[in-house]
T-cell receptor, first 115, second 113 residues
Framework: EAQVTQNPRYLITVTGKKLTVTCSQNMNHEYMSWYRQDPGLGLRQIYYSMNVEVTDKGDVPEGYKVSRKEKRNFPLILESPSPNQTSLYFC??????????????FGPGTRLTVT | RKEVEQDPGPFNVPEGATVAFNCTYSNSASQSFFWYRQDCRKEPKLLMSVYSSGNEDGRFTAQLNRASQYISLLIRDSKLSDSATYLCVVNSGLTSGTYKYIFGTGTRLKVLA
């Protein structure tokens, strides 16, 4: 089954404790992306990756890091989480060919609470 | 001005009604357009891609107006199961030098029995 998986689905942590949220897709998509969703603000893109070893900032990259060492995986790293990073996080992937980007497929979401 | 703007609603409509949502975007270089549906606290799911010629999928019709920089979604014969938040999504593609997706904040639809 074609899918995007994220782990963990729920996480409660404390300020400053480094954490990683994993994301994996089995569709051989080039493009992968992380979003956060907050009430009244909608989904905002954190980072995206066009392919292995190619990443770029989205609209809200501060406080986050990513890496793309393999095509299928795109982990999101919070080196020193703060309470303002409490949010619902989604990973997504899509096919890209040349200058075309196609529709994204989303993972089930990770609800992160930082106390 | 937000890059992608939607009326947040909620739109409360009776079953069987026709409802239309609009979404405006500010970047004239935008290349790809989509409507997604999101149920409460769940992941967004693709409803339709939006093509220049317009497209239809059953009860759903999407239109793109590049000159006025808006896209629309029409839902005919609304069902209770159509109750959700509808997200407008725009991507600028390579021509703008960035591959960012920009989401509207969504329009909430409630279909009432």
């Amino acid at each position: 089954e074609a899918q995007v998986t994220q782990n963990p689905r729920y996480l409660i942590t404390v300020t400053g404790k480094k954490l990683t949220v994993t994301c994996s897709q089995n569709m051989n998509h080039e493009y992968m992306s992380w979003y956060r969703q907050d009430p009244g603000l909608g989904l905002r893109q954190i980072y995206y990756s066009m392919n292995v070893e190619v990443t770029d900032k989205g609209d809200v990259p501060e406080g986050y890091k990513v890496s793309r060492k393999e095509k299928r995986n795109f982990p999101l790293i919070l080196e020193s989480p703060s309470p303002n990073q409490t949010s619902l996080y989604f990973c997504a992937s899509s096919l890209s060919q040349g200058s075309e980007i196609y529709e994204q497929y989303f993972g089930p979401g990770t609800r992160l609470t930082v106390t | 001005r937000k890059e992608v703007e939607q009326d947040p609603g909620p739109f409360n409509v009776p079953e069987g009604a026709t409802v239309a949502f609009n979404c405006t975007y500010s970047n004239s270089a935008s290349q790809s357009f989509f409507w997604y549906r999101q149920d409460c606290r769940k992941e967004p799911k693709l409803l339709m891609s939006v093509y220049s010629s317009g497209n239809e999928d059953g009860r759903f019709t999407a239109q793109l107006n590049r000159a006025s920089q808006y896209i629309s979604l029409l839902i005919r014969d609304s069902k209770l199961s159509d109750s959700a938040t509808y997200l407008c999504v725009v991507n600028s593609g390579l021509t703008s030098g960035t591959y960012k997706y920009i989401f509207g904040t969504g329009t909430r639809l409630k279909v009432l029995a």
